[in-house]
């Protein structure tokens, strides 16, 4: 068997201390986290197992299990009782402790966060260990030997907890478990070969590659309701209240609002206005687009129809700007022929689509102009405005000076090839022309 680990990988912390507990005969090769050792995925895997008869196992929770089955150190001395809180806690590590420990390990080793901001984001998941511990009172998590488990757990807290002095006095069991786990061979040896200097630079830059987590880790380790959930429960009242509304059936409720046209704000009534982010005129529109403009505000338009009120749902196609210019050089026609053509697919695609506007417009109607122009002026006047002036760059050939979208290189944010020069589509950073390679 062959495995491969890379320094200051989490991971191998766990696949390599199983490895040497279970005096497992494999090979070990050393790669860089990010090396794609497994074909067949689409992210890399590291660490990864390589079987004899050419298979990969790839979690090491996984590949730590396969080195005991193997060793054969679980396989009889366990319980049916014992195998299933092991499985248990192998499910639990990986969608619980693991993503809470990756998240701490991001604000201590990226963003330089200690003490209480980093151990706070984990401080459940201890909670539950520790009270496993003393709930079993046995040395180890599933019994009175270490089991792959122990190993698991240990190799996932390792990075963060290190010695284990960290811990607080009140997790003191956990505290001994950690410390016992750290003081075995196996464990010690382990990180010696994977914890280095160079492996905890690795791990940084790694780390730094990876969007921040955002987790929000609030769920309590137990399925004990909090009190506050329990003071927000129904009373028989209510629920008999709701159940004669129910059993009363759709002709008892409200006839719905039917607003006069155009829509306009009613007095006495809630009146709701909702706008969609304006679709550019200059391409057709696709699925991505109505979910991630128009959609979600198409729902609230409906549901504040349903509850009578007064609503304007309002969209339309943005008209102006470089790109309409740049599509209409593209097709030959002018600017006002690329908007009327686009503007009539738009309006068919979203009747299709059986978006409910109560109306969708244009950027280029005169009183859409008028309302535009006034507010620009009303901004002039009372100084509201900045003029600065910026460097463009001229195109020689047709003599004239270029709209920064009209001019692509690379971006000298993330070496993007085919930047544009008012932003960069790859990273979304702002531009400048004049700043591109």
């Given at each position: 068997?062959?495995?491969f680990?890379s320094?200051g990988?989490p991971?191998?912390?766990?696949?390599?201390?199983?490895?040497?507990?279970t005096?497992s005969?494999?090979?070990?090769?050393?790669?860089?986290q990010?090396?794609?050792?497994?074909?067949?995925?689409t992210?890399?895997?590291v660490?990864?197992?390589?079987?004899k008869?050419?298979?990969?196992?790839?979690?090491?929770n996984a590949?730590?299990?396969?080195?005991?089955?193997?060793?054969?150190?679980?396989?009889?001395?366990f319980?049916?009782a014992?195998?299933?809180?092991?499985n248990?806690?192998?499910?639990?590590?990986?969608t619980?402790?693991?993503?809470a420990?990756?998240?701490?390990?991001?604000?201590?080793?990226?963003q330089?966060?200690?003490?209480?901001?980093?151990?706070g984001?984990?401080?459940?998941p201890?909670?539950?260990?520790?009270?496993?511990?003393?709930?079993?009172?046995?040395?180890?998590?599933?019994?009175?030997a270490?089991?792959?488990?122990?190993?698991?757990l240990w190799?996932?807290?390792?990075?963060?907890?290190q010695d284990?002095?960290?811990l607080p006095?009140?997790?003191k069991?956990l505290r001994?478990?950690f410390?016992?786990?750290?003081?075995k061979?196996?464990?010690?040896?382990?990180v010696?070969?994977?914890?280095?200097?160079?492996?905890?630079?690795e791990?940084?830059?790694h780390?730094?590659?990876?969007p921040?987590?955002t987790?929000?880790f609030?769920?309590?380790?137990?399925n004990?309701?909090?009190?506050?959930?329990s003071?927000?429960?129904?009373s028989?009242?209510?629920?008999a209240a709701?159940?004669?509304?129910w059993?009363?059936?759709?002709?008892?409720?409200?006839?719905?609002?039917?607003p006069?046209q155009?829509?306009?704000?009613?007095?006495?009534?809630?009146?709701?206005?909702?706008?969609?982010?304006?679709?550019?005129?200059?391409?057709v529109?696709?699925?991505?687009?109505?979910?991630?403009c128009?959609?979600?505000a198409?729902?609230?338009?409906?549901?504040?129809?349903?509850?009578n009120w007064?609503?304007?749902y309002?969209?339309?196609?943005?008209?102006?700007?470089t790109?309409t210019?740049?599509k209409?050089?593209?097709?030959?026609?002018?600017?006002q022929?690329?908007?009327?053509?686009?503007?009539?697919?738009?309006?068919?695609?979203?009747?299709?689509?059986?978006?409910?506007?109560d109306?969708?417009g244009?950027?280029?109607t005169?009183?859409?102009?008028?309302?535009?122009q006034?507010?620009?002026?009303?901004?002039?006047?009372h100084s509201?405005?900045?003029?600065?002036?910026?460097?463009?760059l001229?195109?020689?050939?047709c003599?004239?000076f270029l709209?920064?979208?009209f001019?692509e290189?690379?971006?000298?944010f993330?070496?993007?090839?085919e930047?544009?020069?008012?932003?960069c589509?790859?990273?979304?950073?702002?531009i400048?022309?004049?700043?591109l390679?």
């Amino acid at each position: 068997m062959r495995l491969f680990v890379s320094e200051g990988s989490p991971g191998g912390l766990k696949v390599l201390a199983a490895a040497k507990a279970t005096d497992s005969p494999v090979e070990l090769q050393w790669v860089p986290q990010d090396a794609s050792v497994v074909p067949f995925l689409t992210h890399p895997r590291v660490p990864a197992l390589l079987l004899k008869e050419g298979s990969f196992l790839f979690s090491p929770n996984a590949i730590c299990q396969y080195f005991f089955f193997l060793s054969g150190k679980e396989t009889g001395d366990f319980t049916q009782a014992q195998s299933n809180f092991a499985n248990q806690l192998f499910e639990w590590e990986a969608t619980e402790l693991q993503p809470a420990v990756s998240a701490a390990l991001y604000h201590h080793v990226v963003q330089g966060k200690k003490g209480e901001e980093v151990l706070g984001i984990v401080r459940q998941p201890l909670n539950y260990i520790d009270q496993t511990l003393t709930k079993k009172n046995t040395p180890y998590l599933n019994g009175d030997a270490e089991s792959a488990v122990d190993i698991v757990l240990w190799g996932a807290l390792f990075p963060l907890l290190q010695d284990g002095t960290v811990l607080p006095d009140d997790l003191k069991v956990l505290r001994n478990w950690f410390q016992n786990m750290s003081l075995k061979e196996h464990c010690r040896k382990t990180v010696e070969t994977v914890w280095t200097r160079k492996g905890v630079q690795e791990l940084k830059a790694h780390l730094q590659k990876q969007p921040g987590p955002t987790l929000a880790f609030e769920k309590p380790a137990t399925n004990e309701p909090k009190e506050e959930e329990s003071l927000q429960r129904l009373s028989e009242e209510e629920i008999a209240a709701v159940a004669e509304v129910w059993s009363r059936g759709a002709a008892t409720l409200p006839k719905p609002w039917e607003p006069q046209q155009p829509v306009v704000p009613v007095e006495g009534m809630r009146n709701v206005l909702i706008t969609s982010a304006l679709p550019y005129v200059n391409n057709v529109p696709h699925l991505g687009n109505i979910i991630g403009c128009v959609l979600s505000a198409d729902t609230f338009a409906r549901y504040s129809r349903l509850r009578n009120w007064n609503t304007l749902y309002l969209c339309g196609t943005d008209e102006y700007g470089t790109a309409t210019e740049t599509k209409a050089m593209e097709e030959g026609l002018s600017p006002q022929q690329i908007c009327d053509k686009y503007h009539v697919i738009h309006a068919q695609i979203y009747q299709w689509f059986n978006i409910s506007f109560d109306y969708f417009g244009r950027t280029t109607t005169p009183h859409q102009t008028r309302i535009a122009q006034d507010i620009f002026q009303r901004l002039l006047e009372h100084s509201y405005l900045l003029t600065e002036t910026v460097d463009q760059l001229k195109c020689e050939h047709c003599d004239r000076f270029l709209a920064d979208r009209f001019v692509e290189g690379i971006c000298p944010f993330c070496n993007y090839e085919e930047a544009r020069g008012d932003q960069c589509d790859k990273c979304g950073k702002l531009i400048n022309a004049t700043e591109l390679k």
